[in-house]
Nanobody, 115 residues
Framework: QVHLVESGGGLVQAGGSLRLSCTAS????????MGWYRQAPGKQRELVAR???????VYADSVLGRCTISRDNAKNTVYLEMNTLAPEDTAVYYC?????????WGQGTQVTVTS
């Protein structure tokens, strides 16, 4: 069973920045990719950014240019640097990882952006 520990959420004013981090532990299979999804009230969960073990990253159009995802493979940790935050970025952000054929989710961390 893979355990994901997230940190870095919080309350920030519009235009501000936050850095999320997530560390995976307990995997006996290679971690292929890690990423972040978010879910705002009344909306479906959506991809924010994802990065493979090799460093290939994909971003949602809504965050392209404002967010940077990075990964420390030695620590099984993924980071999401979010800049120029806007109220529409308010959501619960979930860490996601793929280990072998299996996927796992973190508990989520709240990000609230005030105008």
């Amino acid at each position: 069973q893979v355990h994901l520990v997230e940190s870095g959420g919080g309350l920030v004013q519009a235009g501000g920045s936050l850095r999320l981090s997530c560390t995976a532990s307990g995997s006996t299979l290679p971690i292929i990719a890690m990423g972040w999804y978010r879910q705002a009230p009344g909306k479906q969960r959506e991809l924010v950014a994802r990065i493979t073990y090799g460093g290939t990253a994909v971003y949602a159009d809504s965050v392209l240019g404002r967010c940077t995802i990075s990964r420390d493979n030695a620590k099984n940790t993924v980071y999401l640097e979010m800049n120029t935050l806007a109220p529409e970025d308010t959501a619960v952000y979930y860490c996601h990882t793929q280990a072998g054929p299996y996927t796992y989710w973190g508990q989520g961390t709240q990000v609230t952006v005030t105008s």
